[in-house]
């Protein structure tokens, strides 16, 4: 089996640059469900490629890019303006959800976008929860496990996505984890997830900005109708305990990613090792004959 650690990019065919994909098509290999291109080749055809069908100007891929500079921004807030961080931080999120479905409805899904969303959500929710270490600090190191969860998970699941020949990380069967099969494959699960895990963090930074608590927000006829010790508590802190049970178990999902791409990735190693013994055999007995 070709690992991808050699540098190789899967297939792209690119209109532009036909000749280049003609004159170098020896170099590409079929491992599992996909085709596999030479690293130097998948280069080639992307410096080639022409504005008319340009992935890097995909509409999914320019919302992509606008959810980075909102995120910069919102993080550029972070330390001295909650209703401008929380406002660019929330759109940025809310965007997760419409580059997808502009992916699917123009024809325009590509592997760099599916990369771009994932790093772009690891890296600003890790960026959140570093600023949440610095504001809780006896909860530091508590936030620091949760990033490198959420990076490890990732980054393995990914990784035995591609070394298995999958076409996506959201490509899960249920015969491998129905937990992950049940949470790739809803996208109101999914969304569900992501957003209430996201909820719960941004819940947990306003915290530390807003000190007035509901009662003193609501009517006297409509607080009545409210529990006493939920008026007692501020909107995030409410909203914190409301998203807790999402964000535990997100985690408890990452988890079982973590454990299912470690499972998957020792497995490879030893059907690449038993294969490898099959052919050193092979080789020994046709030595004798």
């Not at 995909?58 to 890019?65: A, D, E, K, Q, R």
């Not at 936030?143 to 990732?154: E, G, K, R, V, Y």
């Not at 996506?168 to 949470?183: A, E, G, M």
């Not at 909203?239 to 998957?264: D, E, G």
Request: charged share 15%; net charge positive; aromatic share 12%.
């Amino acid at each position: 089996m070709t690992r991808p650690s050699n540098g190789s990019a899967r297939a792209y065919s690119s209109p532009a640059a036909p000749a280049a994909g003609t004159a170098k098509a020896h170099r590409i290999r079929r491992r599992g469900s996909i085709d596999i291109v030479d690293a130097k080749v998948a280069v080639d055809l992307a410096t080639a490629q022409s504005y008319t069908e340009n992935v890097f100007f995909f509409v999914p891929n320019l919302i992509g890019y606008t959810r980075v500079i909102l995120a910069g921004l919102s993080l550029h807030f972070m330390s001295y303006h909650p209703r401008y961080c929380t406002l660019l931080y929330g759109i940025s999120c809310l965007l997760d959800a419409v580059d997808g479905q502009a992916a699917r409805a123009l024809g325009q899904t590509s592997k760099f976008g599916a990369v771009l969303d994932m790093v772009t959500d690891r890296c600003t929710t890790s960026c959140l929860l570093c600023y949440l270490s610095s504001a809780y600090p006896s909860y530091a190191l508590l936030f620091q496990f949760l990033i490198a969860l959420d990076f490890s998970s990732h980054y393995m699941h990914m990784y035995s996505s591609l070394v298995t020949g999958s076409r996506s990380h959201k490509l899960v069967t249920s015969d491998v984890s129905r937990i992950l099969w049940y949470y790739y494959n809803d996208p109101r699960t999914l969304f569900f997830m992501c957003a209430g895990n996201e909820l719960f963090f941004v819940s947990l930074y306003l915290m530390k900005w807003i000190q007035t608590p509901i009662s003193a927000s609501l009517p006297s006829p409509v607080a009545s109708y409210f529990p006493v010790f939920l008026l007692s508590l501020t909107w995030p802190a409410a909203m914190a305990m409301l998203t807790f049970p999402i964000c535990f178990t997100k985690n408890v999902i990452n988890v079982v990613q973590l454990w299912k791409a470690s499972k998957i990735l020792v497995g490879v190693d030893l059907a690449e090792r038993a294969a490898a013994r099959e052919k050193e055999t092979i080789a020994k007995l046709e030595k004798r004959d």
